[in-house]
């Protein structure tokens, strides 16, 4: 009857009320004295062991517990019986059960401390593997040295009987011989080993690289691989779970050994042992990545300048991570992507930014050329459509890169963004617009303006980035980038030479190039020009005599590409014009590479260039001899004289010497002769009057020439 009035009385509470009055329940009010009551004597109890004042906190909390779950049997007989049936530990409730399993929780140290012995060390090492720290146990038992029979020994047993402990001895020691190539102290104070000696880690290398594979093959399917073969997966053999491992630690240090060789026939080696375990890669895709990442950052690093000798083995490398990339669309797609976006980002810096050191993180050879990779590699793999939606952000990339500094200077690296963009294209099969690029620099520049200065030398635009102001002066500049407009404009056209629109997709460059033709005047480039348009408007006529003929419509797109593949396999005009301009270009830059190289072996004599001016100044010491000679021999040559020719050649050489100002003894001398015609010279003895004389001296230029003639004698 007490709890149905107190219920009635806190229904009849209102909120505030019941706010004010408290939430202990009669449950909780009952107990409270007894905990309230043994309060003090634990306070005054006596810290011993056991009984401090953890302990006896802890056992109220005990006692508390206890006299809930006796007054649970009153208050709910039916689950007091459930907790009797199925869980009665439950109700055997003690305090000293609960204290011993509170103390548990916590560690105590024990009062003596025990040191293991070596032998125990290397067996709890041998069966941790890895994952123990190899930091920890350097310490206490030392990195033990590697010598040369130790290395002589674990390859005559690795031979004989490799077995799984002996594996993870000699890996521990390639590991420890990897760590001293790059500085990584703490590595090799970490593990077991320790190689100190050169001739000593020559020995390990040359072991593992040579013997280890085949000795490892024995163990896991005992026999040795074939040459050529690929045999079962490694994680198939029943051992594997026992060297996973230890093969992931060979296979991260044959990675890392392969990043800092420099000699080349020990490069080569350590390539081809991993090209042979590759197998064992594929097993570890994380060591796939690493090994992929290593071989772009060699890659961006080792085409970092360029330069003739240097272009035939960055394309090399182009090709070869292309073909690695292309065992695996996956991870070609996750690092294609994660590439391609930086390359954006530096991009997007630099439109950003708009400073010099942005434009040089663009506008560098390392840029252009992972460019040119992405590109082929994106063209390697677009049939399996893996890479298909990268295209359109590797596109967009470059053709921010054209536009981010379009001046005449960086007229090469349009060029080089060009080519990748029509090797994308052509490769890919996608439409992208080169041509407004090309023929923009067909407007910008003015051919007919007469070069500044002269060079020999040509410009090879392959190796160049930009051009420097006394470049874009010269006439060798000019007469490289109109070559290689026609040769881009070529390449590209002859790559949509299948379309079906092949007419309607040349027409802004057949207009363009034709209003190159009407304004052009040199006779080379107009030559060139009007070669590339024959060839574009016989390809046009030949597309459109053939599709005059279909019967489908433009909306029908299967049609459509059945008829532009067939029309590939048979060949148009401009394909078969390419193919035979690609092999004289090829042989031509051959010869021209060949040539260098053998110039560069002989050495010429340098030839000095006598200055024009230099030349002039003796010309007209040479002619002023002559005039003097003539003039103090006069009256030995009285009877040429009389003629009139030789006299009237002086006199109108002295008049023009006198409006020029060239040579004050030369116009002297003229004076001299026209006071003796005044006074009566031999001239005038000879009976010629003033008219005659004067029209003799404005007599035609030819006499000149016969004076000139005259010097021989």
Known sequence: MAARSRKRRLAELTVDEFLASGFDSESESEPEGAPAAEAPTAARSPRGPGGGPSASRRKGRASEHKDQLSRLKDKDPEFYKFLQENDQSLLNFSASDSSEDEEEQFHSLPNMLEEASEEEEEEDGMEAGDRVPRGLQGKKSGSAPVTLAMVEQWKQAAKQHLTPKLFHEIVQAFRAAVATTQGDQEGAEASRFQVMDSAVFNAMVTFCIRDLLSCLQKLL??????????????????????????IKTYLSSVTQLAGCLTEATVAAA?????????PYYLTFPQQCRVLLKRMYITYVKNCKFTSPSALPTITFMQRTLTEVLALDSGAAYQHAFLYIRQLAVHL?????????????????????HCLHLWCRVLGTLCPSGALEPLIYPLAQVIIGCIKLVPTARFYP?????????????????????????????????????????????????????KLSNVNLQEKVYRDGLLEQLCDLTLEYLQGQAHSIAFPELVLPAVLQLKSFLRECKVANYCRQVRQLLEKVQENVEYVRCRRQAVSFGVSDQPAVDAWEK?????????????????????????????????LEDLNFPEI?????????????????DLFDLDSDDEEDVSGLSGTGAPGSLRVRHGAEEEEDDEDGGSSSGSEEEVSDLDDGGADAEAGLGPGELQRLAQGPEDELEDLQLSEED
């Open 270 to 278: 350590v390539l081809q042992h991993i090209s042979s375990v590759v």
């Open 608 to 624: 000095k260039r006598q200055r024009t001016e230099k030349r002039k100044e003796e010309d007209r010491k040479e002619f002023k």
């Open 348 to 368: 997007r810096n630099a439109m950003a930014m708009r400073k010099k050191e942005t434009y040089q993180s663009v506008y560098n050879w390392q840029f252009m």
């Open 221 to 246: 399917f005992g026999k040795a691989p074939k040459d050529g073969t690929r045999g079962a997966p490694p994680s198939s053999s029943p051992l594997w779970g026992k060297l996973r491992l230890d």
């Open 566 to 598: 067939q029309t590939r396999a048979e060949g148009t005009p401009l394909t078969k014009y390419y193919s035979h301009w690609r092999k004289l270009r090829d042989r031509e830059i051959q010869l021209e590479i060949s040539g260098k190289e053998r």
């Open 413 to 465: 690296l349009r060029l080089h963004c060009l080519r990748a963009l029509t090797l994308l294209s052509e490769s890919t099969g996608t439409f992208i617009p080169v041509l407004p690029f090309l023929l923009e620099v067909f407007q910008q520049v003015n051919f007919n303006k007469k070069p500044g200065r002269m060079s020999a030398k040509p410009i090879n635009f392959a190796v160049i980035l």
